[in-house]
């Protein structure tokens, strides 16, 4: 197994242009990355004001300003060294989450994704709703699909820093160097709960039940594939990690 480096600096370190890596993106990790970049270039340019973007449920509810549930996943902040390191957690693990587990290339598997991404997506908006301590979740989303990816092998070496660790620490070691320095802690604490929360609905239910409470709509295939997912049933398929 090849080791796994944090390093922005070594991540770069690639024999292919920035073009041809752009390109390589699966869809849905593409679409959330220039979603994000195309808000913060706006909002940088004064096209547009952060303060409709965040979450804010009277607005949702009173004005019907619907689009803060969207909005409020994909404003990372205004440029910044904290915008780069959340624009590689999400260029990284939302590529390799999707690659590993949910490849383009097989039929249905970018519906799987997407039903993935907006169930985490709905219940990290019901927790925001009843804590009200939450009004951009895009780094709560990456940080989940950083847990989620490190849950997928968690015996994969990570060199961090240099340090060789596991990649099931990798969540924690991060969660913990946030708090050392100072910074929140509750999105990645709210990201991790989430990854658990789908693990444990669509891994360790069906293992020890054997059911799927979680399954991808049948309209999803069809916008993705154009077709009913292969030997589906009811409302689709479960998922396994």
Request: proline share 6%.
């Amino acid at each position: 197994q090849s080791r796994v480096s944090l390093l922005i600096s070594g991540s770069l370190k690639m024999s292919v242009t920035p073009e041809e890596w752009f390109k390589s993106l699966p869809p849905v990790t593409k679409f959330y990355f220039c979603s994000a970049l195309g808000t913060t270039i706006a909002v940088s340019l004064g096209i547009i004001s952060h303060k409709s973007l965040y979450l804010n449920f009277d607005l949702v509810f009173r004005k019907f300003q619907v689009w803060r549930l969207f909005t409020c996943f994909i404003f990372f902040g205004e440029f910044s060294y904290g915008f780069i390191f959340q624009m590689f957690i999400l260029a990284r693990y939302f590529n390799m989450v999707e690659t590993e587990r949910y490849p383009p290339s097989a039929p249905g598997k970018t519906a799987d994704f997407i039903s993935f991404v907006l169930f985490c997506a709905g219940v990290m908006i019901v927790v925001a709703y009843f804590s009200r301590m939450f009004f951009f979740l895009g780094p709560a989303m990456t940080f989940m699909m950083l847990f989620v990816w490190s849950r997928q092998d968690p015996h994969r070496p990570v060199s961090l820093w240099g340090f060789a660790i596991r990649s099931w620490h990798l969540p924690y070691v991060m969660l913990v160097m946030a708090v050392l320095m100072r910074n929140s802690p509750f999105l990645n604490m709210l990201g991790i709960f989430v990854g658990n929360l789908w693990i444990f609905l669509t891994a360790a239910v069906p293992a020890v039940w054997g059911i799927n409470l979680i399954s991808t709509p049948q309209f999803l295939y069809t916008l993705c594939d154009g077709q009913p997912a292969p030997s589906s049933r009811g409302w689709g398929r479960g998922h396994r990690m």
